[in-house]
């Protein structure tokens, strides 16, 4: 069982960054970790992802150049660094995790997570 928890969320005008982090229980080493958000009245929608050793990124084309994603093992960490923020980046932002045997496996879909933090919210404001 693995418990997420994400801070870093908060107001920010339009152009401004902010770090996302995703705190995780147990041996995230093992995890692959997805970062997804929901805006009001939208289905949730895939934003970026790290494989279990960070050898591996991919994201959404939407972010792409603008975030970051990275994760520090040691410290049961994985951050969600956003810069050059619109007010299309609106949204409730969340970290998912499964495990992976492949080191260098990625996941897209939310129903490939199994665990799921409870999110935070991200408002930019024009």
């Known amino acids: 069982q693995v418990q997420l928890v994400e801070s870093g969320g908060g107001l920010v005008q339009a152009g401004g960054s902010l770090r996302l982090s995703c705190a995780a229980s147990g041996r995230p080493s093992e995890y692959v970790v997805g970062w997804f958000r929901q805006a009001p009245g939208k289905e949730r929608e895939f934003v970026a992802t790290?494989?279990?050793?960070?050898?591996?990124?991919y994201y959404t084309q939407a972010v792409e150049g603008r975030f970051t994603v990275s994760r520090d093992n040691a410290a049961n960490t994985v951050h969600l660094q956003m810069n050059n923020l619109g007010p299309e980046d609106t949204a409730v932002y969340s970290c998912a995790a499964r495990s992976a045997l492949n080191k260098l496996a990625y996941y897209i879909r939310p129903n490939e997570y199994f665990y799921w933090g409870p999110g935070t919210q991200v408002t930019v404001s024009s």
């Open positions: 790290i494989s279990r050793t960070g050898t591996r990124t």
